[in-house]
């Protein structure tokens, strides 16, 4: 039987070996969650990068740009990190480049990887059916906030062991807990989500509205994955 | 209001600012509650080494030597990591020289802090009342697996938050989870840590007595602590 199992914080990704693994990349507050929906609604493909300059310079190369930085849009860029601003119907067919604080960090950090997966709880069920389908040991890769631990990706982490654990064995106790917490909480993630660490600090910005559809499930029947060094659906 | 937070593991540490703060290591299975019981049993000292070297080069000098490796005591010393080799009463008076894997790099790793203090369940009351009273912001410092998060240590930052919540404040979602992990589970510790990754590590070396005593509460009433490089009580 693959073994599943969880990977906190990008800062624990090296005591994980990788390769020949799935590796699902979860930052539900709030990088994966635009992705899914930016796809859902028609963007093409999507470049994640680490810098700003990296980001504007791709704004010269025909890309819509995308920069948040502590929670908040970066000055001059298209586009923050509200899923809102990914359901734009101006987004259609466009190339998008995006710098995030954690999001795009745990992505580039899970190359090396069978294969990346792009997960939220808007895309759960189809990324629980890819896992199955795949049948490689599973990582599923928290972005957390600033390389601590979050209620909100761990939560997503126990929630897509709770889909898959008739075929998946859970040996760490990384997995455990996250299961555990989800268990402890499916029936008001809204409430725990919004008590939470990053909610508190979005919450200045005003943007319940963003945690509201960001613990929705399955809202979207799409799979982003990393195609090289850009993700596609 | 002072505020309490966990980090979960020592490749976490960095993390955080240690600065003026109150640190806890704890390494429930089985370092800390190892060094719990052998000051209750009258040990004078312990001095906590990174190697294997240095320790048996103490034993040279007058210490009893304590080494583990993966869960085993190595051989050649004169005691392993289980709590009843340090109730023997042949160790009243002596100072003792130890290395794990986990637990003695979580303190090494705590320098830096105000004040350093070894807890367990076994003492965990006496570690509640000191944190009360330094009146600092504390760090629960778990010791983890090999740089892994472990159930073990996190249940026992949970049971000591429970037992100070209303004289510090929980901010980070680390806090929170290890909180609500032990809210869960507070009345089935002994199952739950029987199911560990550590407790299935260690169950092929026999240990099961040793996890029964490590979820025992306030069997001691004895405070460990970090003055210079060697831990008195």
Same mark, same amino acid.
């Given at each position: 039987?693959?073994?599943?199992?969880? *990977?906190?914080?990008?800062?624990?990704?090296?005591?994980?070996?990788?390769?020949? @693994?799935?590796?699902?990349?979860?930052?539900?507050?709030?990088?994966?969650? *635009?992705?899914?929906?930016? #796809?859902?609604?028609? !963007?093409? =493909? !999507?470049?994640?990068?680490?810098? %700003?300059?990296? *980001?504007?310079?791709?704004?010269?190369?025909?890309?819509?740009?995308?920069?948040?930085?502590?929670?908040? @849009?970066?000055?001059?860029?298209?586009?923050?990190?509200?899923?809102?601003?990914?359901?734009?119907?101006?987004?259609?067919? =466009?190339?998008?480049?995006?710098?995030?604080?954690?999001?795009? /960090?745990?992505?580039? =950090?899970?190359?090396? &990887?069978? $294969?990346?997966?792009?997960?939220?709880?808007?895309?759960?069920?189809?990324?629980?059916?890819?896992?199955? =389908? /795949?049948? @490689?040991?599973?990582? !599923? $890769? *928290?972005?957390?906030?600033?390389?601590?631990?979050?209620?909100?990706?761990?939560? #997503?982490?126990?929630? %897509?062991?709770?889909?898959?654990?008739?075929?998946?064995?859970?040996?760490?106790?990384? &997995?455990?807990?996250?299961?555990?917490?989800?268990?402890? $909480?499916?029936?008001? /993630?809204?409430?725990?989500?919004?008590?939470?660490? $990053?909610?508190?600090?979005?919450?200045?910005?005003?943007?319940?509205?963003? !945690?509201?559809?960001?613990?929705?499930?399955?809202? #979207?029947?799409?799979?982003?994955?990393?195609?090289?060094?850009?993700?596609?659906?």
């Amino acid at each position: 039987m693959k073994n599943i199992a969880v *990977c906190l914080t990008p800062e624990l990704i090296h005591l994980f070996d990788l390769k020949g @693994k799935t590796v699902v990349v979860v930052d539900i507050l709030r990088a994966t969650s *635009c992705m899914v929906s930016g #796809f859902a609604n028609g !963007i093409e =493909k !999507i470049k994640p990068v680490a810098s %700003l300059e990296e *980001c504007k310079e791709l704004g010269k190369n025909g890309y819509l740009t995308a920069a948040e930085r502590g929670g908040q @849009k970066v000055e001059g860029f298209d586009m923050g990190n509200s899923p809102f601003s990914y359901m734009d119907p101006a987004i259609k067919g =466009k190339k998008v480049a995006v710098t995030t604080t954690n999001g795009t /960090l745990a992505i580039s =950090k899970s190359i090396g &990887a069978e $294969h990346i997966l792009i997960g939220s709880f808007l895309n759960i069920s189809r990324v629980a059916e890819e896992v199955r =389908k /795949l049948d @490689k040991d599973v990582i !599923i $890769h *928290c972005a957390g906030w600033k390389g601590a631990v979050n209620l909100e990706d761990t939560l #997503f982490a126990g929630a %897509l062991i709770e889909l898959v654990q008739d075929a998946f064995e859970i040996t760490s106790d990384d &997995a455990r807990m996250a299961f555990g917490l989800f268990a402890q $909480h499916k029936n008001d /993630l809204f409430k725990i989500v919004s008590n939470s660490a $990053h909610a508190k600090r979005l919450e200045k910005f005003g943007v319940i509205k963003d !945690i509201e559809i960001c613990v929705k499930r399955d809202e #979207f029947d799409i799979l982003p994955y990393l195609a090289s060094d850009e993700l596609r659906a």
